[in-house]
C-alpha cells in the first residue's frame, strides 16, 4: 500500500496492457476513495473543533472580563456596558422546564398509545403524523404562536387561569398575548414529537415474552405497563427527554417570536422574558462590535455547551438503553 | 359460567378489586388514546391555520412577482425574489452537505477502524446537537464579521446543518447494505473502491436519495443559521449573485411577522403556506421511500 509506484510490477503475466490500467485504476481508486473520504470525515470531526474554538475565541473580551460572574449578573443594558446572563439562562431553564414537565407524559401516553393500543393499521400513519410534528419549520410555528396562539392566550386562556389560579405567583399580572407561557407553548409542542418518537422506539424493544408473561399472570394492560415496559424503558426515557431538553433550550426563532424579549426575572408566566437562544436572535443584529457582541457569543458559547451536553448525554444512554 | 358450579367459579370471580383495576386500566387506555389525538389534533390545527390564513393571499401574483413596497406601508407585491433566494441557498447548501455526508458514511461504513468510527459518530452527534442559531453566530464570525452579509455564509451555515442529518441517515442505510453483496464482490477480486461504487452505492440508492431529502426538508425552514449571515437584503428585486445577501422565504416570513400591519401578515401566512407544503411534502415522500428502501435492503 505504502510503497507502491504505479508501473515497474508489470511484468511476466501481467504484460496484457488492459490488466495493467485496471491495476493502476485500482490503485488510484483505491486510494483516492480511502482519501476524500477520510477528508470529508476529518473535515466533519475538525468543523466541531473548529466551532467550539471559533466561538470562544470570539466570546474572549466578554468572557475576559466578566468571568463565570456573567452567568449570575443579572442585568443586561449595552448602554452602561452591563452584561449578565441570568435573565436568559432563567428563562430558558424555566421555559424548557415548563415543556419538559407537559411534554414528557403527554410522550409516553401517546407511546404507549403506538406500542399497546393503537390497531394496526392506524399504527404508522398516527406515528408520522407525530413525527410531522418536528417537521414544521419553527419560523411558522412561531408565526402561529403570535397570532392565533398569542391572542387566544391574552384573550381566553390567561384570564381564565388568572380567575382560578391568581394566588399563584405563577399566574398573577397581566394577561398578555406574548410571554414566557407561550413560549413553554411553543416549546412544549416542538419537543413532544421528538420525545415521543425515542419513547416509541424504547417501548418496541419490550421482549414480548416479558409482556405475555404478565398478563399471564392475571395482570391488566396498565399493570402490565407498569411493571413491565416502563421499568425496561427507564434509561431509555432519560435519554429521550435529555434529547428533548436539547431541542427546547436550542430554539432561538419561535422564541424570540413569542416571549417578548425582555431581560427580566418575573414569577409570572404572563409575563416577558427571554431565553439564551432567543435573546442571541432578537440582540444580535443590534450588537456593534465589541463586548456587547461578545457577550452574546458567550452566552452561544454557554448554550453550546449545555446542548452539547445535553445530547452527548442523551445518546450514550438511548445507545446504551437499547442497544443491549 | 353460569352453569359452573360455584366452587370451580371461585377464582374468576369479579371481584371489587379485578373491577376497580380493570377500570383504571380502562382509563389509562382513554388518556393515552386522548393524548395520541391532542397530538395529531395539535398538528391539524396548525396546518389549518396556516392554510386558512395563507390561502387567501396566495395567488399567482404572489409567487412571481417582486415585492413592492406600498406608499401606505405594507408590501402589495410577491415573495419571488425570497423563493428564489431559498431555492439557490438550499441547492448550494445540498450540493455541499450531501456529496459529503455521503463520503463521511461511506468512510465510516467501509474503511475506518471501529474506534475512529465511533468518534466520528461522536462528533456527529455533537454537530447535530449544536443549536442552529450557534451555527448562524459561527459562521457570522467566520464569514461576515470583515467581509459582508452573502448567500455564501448562509448556504455554509445551512450545510453545516443539513451534513450530520445527511451522515447519519446515510450511514444507517449503508449498515443495511446485505454482507453478502460485499463479500461476492471480494470472491470476484474486485478492490475495496469498486465494491463501494459499483455495488453499495447502487444497492443503496433510494435509501441516500431519502437522506438527502431529508437533508433539504431539515434545512428549507431553517431560520436561525440565516438571520446573521443573509437577512440584509435592501433590494426589493431579483438576487440571484450568492455573493450579496440573498432574500430568503424564513426570513421574509420572520419579519413579515414582526411587522404590526395585518396586510403583512396576510403575505407571512402565504409564504407560510408555501413553505410548510414544501417542506411537509418532501418529509412525508421521505418516510415513504425510508420504508420502502429498507424493507427492500432487507429482503
Aim: charged share 10%; aromatic share 6%.
Amino acid at each position: 500500500m505504502t510503497t507502491s509506484t504505479p508501473t515497474p510490477e508489470v511484468s511476466g503475466r501481467d504484460r496484457n496492457p488492459f490488466l495493467a490500467r485496471t491495476k493502476l485504476a485500482d490503485k488510484l481508486g483505491e486510494r483516492g476513495l480511502r482519501i476524500c473520504t477520510f477528508l470529508a470525515a476529518l473535515l466533519a470531526v475538525a468543523l466541531v473543533v473548529w466551532i467550539v474554538c471559533k466561538l470562544v475565541h470570539s466570546a474572549w473580551p466578554a468572557i475576559d472580563r466578566f468571568g463565570l460572574a456573567f452567568v449570575v449578573h443579572r442585568v443586561w443594558d449595552p448602554v452602561t456596558g452591563q452584561f449578565g446572563a441570568l435573565p436568559f439562562l432563567y428563562g430558558t431553564a424555566l421555559s424548557s422546564l415548563l415543556a419538559l414537565l407537559v411534554a414528557t407524559p403527554v410522550a409516553i401516553a401517546i407511546a404507549i398509545y403506538l406500542t399497546e393500543l393503537a390497531p394496526s393499521f392506524l399504527r404508522k400513519p398516527v406515528a408520522m403524523l407525530v413525527e410531522l410534528l418536528a417537521a414544521i419549520p419553527s419560523v411558522i410555528l412561531g408565526l402561529w404562536g403570535i397570532l392565533v396562539l398569542g391572542p387566544f392566550l391574552g384573550n381566553h386562556l390567561e384570564p381564565f387561569l388568572k380567575s382560578f389560579l391568581g394566588w399563584l405567583p405563577l399566574f398573577s399580572g397581566t394577561p398578555s398575548p406574548y410571554g414566557m407561557l407561550n413560549a413553554s407553548i411553543i416549546l412544549t409542542i416542538m419537543v413532544l414529537p421528538i420525545i415521543t418518537s425515542v419513547t416509541r422506539e424504547v417501548f418496541q424493544t419490550t421482549p414480548v415474552a416479558d409482556k405475555e408473561g404478565a398478563l399471564a399472570l392475571g395482570a391488566t394492560r396498565w399493570e402490565m405497563i407498569k411493571l413491565v415496559v416502563l421499568p425496561q424503558a427507564r434509561p431509555g426515557l432519560v435519554g429521550a427527554v435529555m434529547l428533548g431538553l436539547g431541542r427546547a433550550i436550542g430554539e432561538a426563532i419561535a422564541v424570540t417570536q413569542v416571549i417578548g424579549n425582555a431581560a427580566q426575572i418575573k414569577a409570572s408566566l404572563f409575563a416577558s422574558g427571554g431565553t439564551a437562544a432567543a435573546q442571541i436572535a432578537s440582540d444580535f443584529p443590534s450588537a456593534n462590535p465589541g463586548v456587547w457582541q461578545a457577550s452574546l457569543i458567550y452566552l452561544a458559547v454557554i448554550l453550546l455547551v449545555f446542548s452539547a451536553l445535553a445530547n452527548i448525554a442523551a445518546r450514550l444512554i438511548v445507545r446504551h438503553g437499547t442497544v443491549r | 359460567m353460569a352453569t359452573a358450579p360455584p366452587e370451580a367459579n371461585v377464582l374468576l370471580r369479579k371481584t371489587a378489586g379485578t373491577r376497580r383495576r380493570r377500570a383504571v386500566s380502562r382509563a389509562v387506555d382513554v388518556v393515552c388514546t386522548v393524548a395520541a389525538l391532542a397530538a395529531v389534533a395539535v398538528l391539524l390545527l396548525v396546518i389549518a391555520s396556516v392554510a386558512v390564513k395563507g390561502a387567501p393571499a396566495l395567488s399567482l401574483r404572489l409567487l412571481t412577482e417582486n415585492p413592492k413596497v406600498s406608499p401606505f406601508g405594507g408590501n402589495t407585491g410577491g415573495i419571488a425574489n425570497s423563493i428564489v433566494g431559498s431555492v439557490i441557498l438550499v441547492v448550494i447548501a445540498s450540493v455541499i452537505a450531501v456529496p459529503m455526508g455521503v463520503m463521511v458514511a461511506i468512510y465510516t461504513t467501509e474503511f475506518a477502524p471501529p474506534k475512529v468510527a465511533t468518534g466520528i459518530r461522536f462528533a456527529l452527534d455533537i454537530l447535530t446537537g449544536i443549536p442552529t442559531i450557534v451555527i448562524g453566530v459561527f459562521i457570522f464570525s467566520v464569514l461576515v464579521v470583515g467581509a459582508h452579509q452573502s448567500g455564501w455564509a448562509g448556504a455554509i451555515a445551512l450545510a453545516i446543518v443539513e451534513l450530520p442529518v445527511v451522515a447519519r441517515s446515510d450511514q444507517e442505510v449503508l449498515a443495511l447494505v446485505p454482507r453478502a453483496l460485499h463479500e461476492a464482490g471480494v470472491a470476484l477480486g474486485l478492490k475495496r473502491w469498486r465494491i463501494v461504487l459499483r455495488v453499495i452505492l447502487p444497492t443503496a440508492a433510494g435509501g441516500l436519495i431519502t437522506g438527502a431529502v431529508l437533508g433539504v426538508a431539515r434545512v428549507a425552514g431553517e431560520t436561525a443559521p440565516l438571520i446573521f449571515t443573509t437577512s440584509v437584503f435592501s433590494n426589493l428585486g431579483l438576487t440571484t449573485n450568492p455573493s450579496a445577501a440573498l432574500p430568503n422565504i424564513p426570513v421574509t416570513i420572520l419579519s413579515l411577522s414582526e411587522s404590526p400591519s395585518p396586510k403583512d401578515h396576510a403575505q407571512a401566512w402565504a409564504a407560510a403556506l408555501v413553505l410548510i407544503v414544501f417542506v411537509l411534502l418532501l418529509s412525508v415522500t421521505a418516510r415513504a421511500v425510508h420504508e420502502r428502501s429498507r424493507a427492500k435492503l432487507r429482503g
